[in-house]
């Protein structure tokens, strides 16, 4: 696995750099508060990691429960959406694309993934373009409406590079929708850290790793599922968005879950629950943040 190390920070390019926990590689800009992992992995790292032949071999097995998740996203779009064409960034396997056809005029979609690209265009017919934002082939000349991004800040190198450029492809007053994991401090994440810090303190062997954030270190070569570079918080995200000509229209929570029966019932009660202690309590305390800006 390659190494890069961060000098700066790429929210707000300061370079008053602390480390938070050495031994997992994070570190924090003291400026405007915004984790990252440095060292981490390089991007060409990352897409051979995505690239895995059984990389969604779950988002194919559980095809009817991500579909319900992609239509309460849209839902919740909709309430924000402008008219016309949408861009979805880093779209996986295509099914979000798929069922927001009768929504937008026309619809795109960026992926790093080879074989996500191969099942989007098997399974739904869609031409995905392939790379990272930055180097995607996307239609000359095109300004877009609307650009989704889910769950995909995390995964990049440089977010506020991505967000300008996003800025750059929407025509005037369109729509950025983000949603990203709550990392840092989030309900279930927070009491979890503490009862495993807790545990470790105890000595249970099983937890003697855990670090002062409760996120584990990046390893590309263990059972690792996703590899999250940054770690967002509300705050910080808004920053970033305003800071990269966006007024923030709408920030809340991001209905993330996959589930289904008793789980599915589970976790919406749970969602509606933090919905109403951000209402009460004006603070996210979910799993994921869910962030509109409109271009300015």
Same mark, same amino acid.
């Given at each position: 696995?390659?190494? !890069?190390?961060?000098?700066?920070?790429?929210?707000?390019?300061?370079?008053?750099?602390?480390?938070?926990?050495?031994?997992?590689?994070?570190?924090?800009?003291?400026?405007?508060?915004?984790?990252?992992?440095?060292?981490?992995?390089?991007?060409?790292?990352?897409?051979?990691?995505?690239?895995?032949?059984?990389?969604?071999?779950?988002?194919?097995?559980?095809?009817?429960?991500? !579909?319900?998740?992609?239509?309460?996203?849209?839902?919740?779009?909709?309430?924000?959406?402008?008219?016309?064409?949408?861009?979805?960034?880093?779209?996986?396997?295509?099914?979000?694309?798929?069922?927001?056809?009768?929504?937008?005029?026309?619809?795109?979609?960026?992926?790093?993934?080879?074989?996500?690209?191969?099942?989007?265009?098997?399974?739904?017919?869609?031409?995905?373009?392939?790379?990272?934002?930055?180097?995607?082939?996307?239609?000359?000349?095109?300004?877009?409406?609307?650009?989704?991004?889910?769950?995909?800040?995390?995964?990049?190198?440089?977010?506020?590079?991505?967000?300008?450029?996003?800025?750059?492809?929407?025509?005037?007053?369109?729509?950025?929708?983000?949603?990203?994991?709550?990392?840092?401090?989030?309900?279930?994440?927070?009491?979890?850290?503490?009862?495993?810090?807790?545990?470790?303190?105890?000595?249970?062997?099983?937890?003697?790793?855990?670090?002062?954030?409760?996120?584990?270190?990046?390893?590309?070569?263990?059972?690792?599922?996703?590899?999250?570079?940054?770690?967002?918080?509300?705050?910080?995200?808004?920053?970033?968005?305003?800071?990269?000509?966006?007024?923030?229209?709408?920030?809340?929570?991001?209905?993330?879950?996959?589930?289904?029966?008793?789980?599915?019932?589970?976790?919406?009660?749970?969602?509606?629950?933090?919905?109403?202690?951000?209402?009460?309590?004006?603070?996210?305390?979910?799993?994921?943040?869910?962030?509109?800006?409109?271009?300015?």
């Amino acid at each position: 696995m390659s190494l !890069e190390h961060l000098s700066s920070c790429n929210i707000c390019s300061s370079t008053n750099i602390a480390s938070v926990d050495e031994t997992r590689h994070f570190s924090q800009c003291s400026d405007c508060g915004y984790i990252f992992d440095s060292p981490r992995p390089t991007q060409e790292s990352i897409c051979a990691f995505y690239s895995r032949p059984m990389q969604y071999d779950d988002w194919l097995s559980r095809e009817r429960e991500r !579909e319900v998740l992609w239509k309460r996203r849209i839902r919740k779009m909709r309430r924000h959406r402008r008219q016309g064409s949408l861009l979805d960034i880093g779209t996986g396997i295509g099914q979000f694309l798929d069922l927001a056809r009768g929504y937008y005029s026309e619809v795109y979609g960026t992926e790093v993934s080879e074989r996500a690209i191969e099942i989007a265009r098997e399974k739904y017919g869609l031409e995905i373009a392939a790379g990272d934002l930055m180097e995607a082939k996307l239609p000359a000349d095109v300004l877009f409406d609307n650009i989704s991004m889910f769950h995909v800040l995390e995964h990049v190198p440089n977010p506020k590079q991505i967000i300008e450029r996003c800025h750059s492809l929407l025509c005037s007053e369109g729509i950025l929708t983000i949603a990203v994991p709550n990392d840092v401090l989030s309900g279930k994440r927070l009491v979890k850290k503490r009862i495993k810090r807790l545990l470790a303190r105890c000595g249970v062997a099983k937890y003697k790793d855990v670090g002062p954030l409760g996120l584990p270190a990046i390893d590309l070569d263990g059972e690792m599922d996703e590899v999250h570079l940054s770690h967002f918080t509300p705050k910080v995200l808004r920053r970033l968005l305003e800071d990269s000509g966006f007024e923030i229209v709408d920030c809340n929570l991001d209905p993330y879950f996959v589930a289904s029966g008793f789980q599915s019932l589970r976790s919406t009660v749970y969602y509606r629950l933090m919905k109403f202690l951000r209402v009460l309590l004006r603070r996210n305390f979910y799993e994921a943040i869910w962030v509109v800006g409109r271009k300015k």
